[in-house]
């Protein structure tokens, strides 16, 4: 897996995070998945196509959901209620929204589905080449899960080498 490619989704959900959990964040267990994701509560799913290709999971225990939910809706929420799934993609959405930016930057070209609702209970297994990374960021205020399995989409990666 590329840095390049997870290091700005990485940066971005430590300020947003940090942000709406309105505390510092710190990167608990790293690793990488081979297997299929399991959900760990209120989960919300990116999906990226272009020059750069995969999927990103935000993943958030139920009562930091419920948390960050209350924080934002300025009223208490339960981690039940809709608005806790809503809030999810929120997240998902201001971190992709700030992780692309760097992106751009860098030259790539790609399209972003909105985030939506992950309710299954197993993602998608990594294949060999597009590895999964999930790390924890744990915060005084509870737990968040982010997967991340990107790759340079073959096709493009093809077309940018020289030829012989």
């Not at 272009?50 to 009562?63: H, L, N, S, T």
């Not at 993609?89 to 760097?102: F, P, Q």
């Not at 968040?144 to 790759?151: L, S, T």
């Amino acid at each position: 897996m590329k840095m390049e490619l997870i290091q700005p989704f990485i940066n971005a959900a430590d300020a947003v995070l940090g942000e709406t959990l309105q505390c510092p964040t710190r990167i608990g267990d790293v690793t990488m998945e081979e297997e299929a994701y399991r959900r760990k509560g209120v989960a919300s799913l990116v999906t990226i196509k272009g020059d750069i290709e995969g999927r990103i999971i935000f993943d958030i225990d139920p009562p930091t959901a419920a948390r960050v939910a209350s924080y934002l809706a300025g009223s208490p929420v339960s981690a039940d209620q809709d608005v806790a799934q809503e809030t999810v993609c929120e997240l998902a959405n201001m971190v992709i929204g700030s992780a692309v930016t760097s992106l751009n930057d860098q030259g790539f070209r790609f399209k972003i589905f909105p985030p939506s609702a992950h309710s299954a209970e197993e993602g998608e297994k990594s294949s060999e080449d597009q590895e999964a990374l999930v790390m924890c960021f744990d915060t005084d205020n509870g737990h968040v899960f982010m997967n991340i399995a990107m790759r340079y989409n073959r096709r493009r990666r093809d077309d940018r080498r020289p030829h012989v």
